[in-house]
């Protein structure tokens, strides 16, 4: 079993930035695949970005890419979402996924456990 806690989520304005912390616990961290997702209202949940195992490869979706930045800390067992020129159509819940293999994945399937969320709302 894998506990994943995220925090960091709030209130900003258009322009700001947050950062999004997901602290992992239960299984072995470091050889694995994590992954950051979100989910507006009346929205399916999408890709936002991933990072493999050791930090060496990133991905991102398009409407994020160039303003947000994933990175992880094993040794802390947490992963990083820095999130920089916010825009209010980022507003959404931030869910952190853990992957149980060392392939990216981009698609909510690929993901075994899921954290509760941290919401990220930005004003215009």
């Known amino acids: 079993q894998v506990q994943l806690v995220e925090s960091g989520g709030g209130l900003v304005q258009a322009g700001g930035s947050l950062r999004l912390s997901c602290a992992a616990s239960g299984r072995t961290f470091s050889s694995v695949v994590m992954g950051w997702f979100r989910q507006a209202p009346g929205k399916e949940r999408e890709f936002v970005s991933a990072?493999?195992?050791?930090?060496?490869?990133?991905y991102y979706s398009d409407s994020v890419k160039g303003r947000f930045t994933i990175s992880r800390v094993n040794a802390k067992n947490t992963m990083y979402l820095q999130m920089n020129s916010l825009k209010p159509e980022d507003t959404a819940r931030y869910y952190c996924?853990?992957?149980?293999?060392?392939?990216?994945?981009?698609?909510?399937?690929?993901?075994?456990?899921w954290g509760q969320g941290t919401q990220v709302t930005v004003s215009s």
């Open positions: 996924a853990f992957r149980g293999d060392r392939a990216i994945a981009t698609i909510t399937s690929g993901y075994d456990y």
């Open positions: 990072i493999s195992w050791s930090g060496g490869t990133t």
